[in-house]
């Protein structure tokens, strides 16, 4: 796995190099990284605040003495105010989109990245060694380092890198998280490990031993991701338009893939409404960068040029003015940064102007000449409204000069009241009164449109009170989600959920080369039609055994063939093989639930706030180089099916098992998989 890890330049006390993951540096000093450390700071503030303002409501309902209820009242008031304060604070921090963007890029107008969530420091190592032994009847300590390898796989995750390299950090965890799952989390038997998310909104933990909820957070974080690439992209060339596009339509599918996949989630960022928001924001995202790439080499002043950028422009207003509408929602609006709703207001006002400015350009500047294509233009015109002014038609319009500039002047009305609108929005906003840029665009559409006015503007006219028609959008290219592969479930024959005997041992003498059995499957190879009257079966054997031991020859990772192969030369005098015997028990998994008030879960309040990481000394790992992490899947080069092994993670073998998986399990293998 050498390949997976670059040099961080730091020496530790023995003089040697140590390593990072390849997309992870804990260590960078970026706009981006502060504002993680920032998040992670408020976080712990918030969860202290919740202890106190918990123990105080406790202290509440328990004592009867007056003056103890008024000061603790007071006491709650000032906590409070505090969390007020802290949940600004971390808006502020999710209104922090500069630290996004393109350094380069100085015209656009800004865009929205997700904050990625955090989480705590998890030790699988104790639970997991326990669990080897007590249900594989394994000797642990053969496991270690991969088990600490995981450990360094998943704190990587914490501190992924914003590039193709931290996505693929966390797809590489995400996709060893069935697996894992299914050796080691079994549905009777807790493992003692608590995984624990900070809504990203909120700040609010969320705590489970469930890893469901380890997996809807990664899944959250590859999106927010995603939505960093994309904003980040330079927006003044057409490839990085094509990158930001991208981004976005694949942050929007991981979202969708997250929103049906785990229901029921017990964190506000990951709810439905917050998640159907997030998808149809990140695809908006998406459509306006489709918009400023038709309009990158910039467009021809003529009339159907105008008319086709016009429905462009109305596109884009369309499907901000959905987003906002989301936004504003009795679930959400109280969470969702003000930033992000005044954002999409004013995208939706500037917009919405800029359809209007582009069709009074093509009706004021434009007439319909003798060598024009006068059917063809009347089929685009009648195409840009749902409804023409009474007593209209399309070629009217176009053939009398009056009522061009009647119409065209009523859209160039409306374009210079849209504009001042979203500049009004602009100035009421104060998270908004630091983004020049912004400002500056706006600022230069209105006066565009104010010259425009001025330029056909008739002091002897009576005032035209007449009302622009609504502009239809259309597109050539409509802004959809990047729909995840899927991939095969994890392994099911040695897992957490099977239950067997301890490895037993059985003689087996061959009788005319006849062992008295045949077998099937491969990865362990199963025992079948088994002779009761053999020398194995006498012995012990069993229809439907597993063979995990030939001699001193390990073949749970062994198929039918190599196998055979072992067996075929036994002489007379036999061989001891090793054999466990699946247990019929297969007890149901008890019913779970979460309690959820205000919109906010209650699951995690007394598990999380019984957690406190403040009087542990932080503990700093470092990766060291090692070999292939989960080398339990490469203790033979020919595998199977199933195995007891977890199976390996490096994907760059030759082996033509060992191809990099699709990046998500199937629907069939987890539909609707909750995480209760």
Known sequence: MTDALIPNGINDSGGTLSYFRKGCNPLAQTGRSKLQ??????????????????????????????????????????????????????????????????????????????????????????????????????????????????????????????????????????????????????????????????????????????????????????????????????????????????????????????????????????????????????????????????????????????????????????????????????????????????????????????????????????????????????????????????????????????????????????????????????????????HDVLRDILKTSHYHSLDKYTEFENEEEFTDYMEAPNILSKTERKAEMETPSTSKGPLTVFSAKQHWTPPRTVRLCPEGRDLGFTLKGGSPVQVVSLDPLCVAAKDGLKEGDYIVAVGDTECKWMGMTQVMRLLKDVDEEGINIQVVSMLDANPSMPAKSATFSGNLPKTYSMICLAHDDEDKNPKTRKVAKKSSFLSWGLKNKVKSTSTISLPTADYSGSLPWNKHPPSFPSSSAYNSESLF
């Open 37 to 434: 450390k920032e998040r992670a700071v408020l976080n712990q503030q918030i969860i202290k605040q919740m202890r106190i303002r918990a123990g105080a409501e406790n202290l509440l309902k328990a004592t009867s003495n007056n003056k103890v209820k008024e000061m603790v009242l007071l006491e709650l008031s000032f906590v409070n105010s505090d969390l007020q304060l802290l949940m600004g604070q971390l808006d502020a921090l999710n209104s922090s989109v500069d630290v996004y963007q393109n350094k380069q890029e100085t015209v656009n107008i800004p865009l929205i990245a997700l904050g990625l969530k955090e989480t705590k420091e998890v030790d699988f190592s104790a639970p997991f060694k326990d669990f080897i032994m007590e249900h594989y009847n394994e000797d642990s300590r053969k496991f270690e380092d991969e088990i600490a390898d995981l450990m360094d796989l998943r704190e990587a995750c914490r501190t992924p890198s914003r590039s193709e390299a931290g996505v693929e950090l966390l797809e590489k965890y995400y996709n060893h998280l069935p697996m894992i799952e299914s050796r080691f989390f079994a549905p009777t038997n807790q493992t003692g490990i608590f995984f624990t998310w900070y809504d990203s909104f909120t700040g609010v933990p969320v705590c489970q031993q469930n890893l469901s909820l380890e997996k809807a957070s990664i899944l959250f974080n590859m999106a927010a991701l995603f939505s960093q690439i994309g904003t980040r992209s330079n927006r003044q060339t057409t490839a990085g338009l094509e990158e930001a596009i991208s981004s976005f339509q694949k942050a929007s599918g991981i979202l969708n893939y997250l929103k049906e996949t785990f229901t029921h989630t017990p964190s506000f960022d990951m709810g439905p409404a917050m998640l159907s928001m997030l998808i149809r924001l990140m695809l908006a995202q998406a459509q306006e960068c489709l918009f400023e790439k038709s309009v990158l080499p910039g467009t021809r002043n003529k009339f159907n040029a105008m008319i086709k950028v016009a429905q462009e422009a109305a596109k884009v207003a369309e499907v901000y003015d959905q987003v906002h509408q989301c936004m504003i929602q009795t679930q959400l609006k109280d969470n969702v940064p003000l930033f992000w709703s005044t954002m999409t207001q004013v995208k939706t006002n500037h917009y919405s102007s800029m359809a209007h400015y582009f069709v009074a350009v093509a009706l004021l500047d434009h007439q319909l000449g003798p060598k024009d294509d006068e059917d063809h233009q009347e089929k685009t015109f009648s195409q840009v409204y749902d409804q023409f002014p009474e007593g209209w038609t399309p070629l009217d319009v176009l053939k009398q000069t009056e009522l061009r500039e009647r119409l065209g002047k009523a859209h160039i009305r409306k374009s210079t009241s849209g504009h001042e609108e979203a500049l009004r929005i602009f100035d009421m906003c104060p998270n908004l009164n630091n």
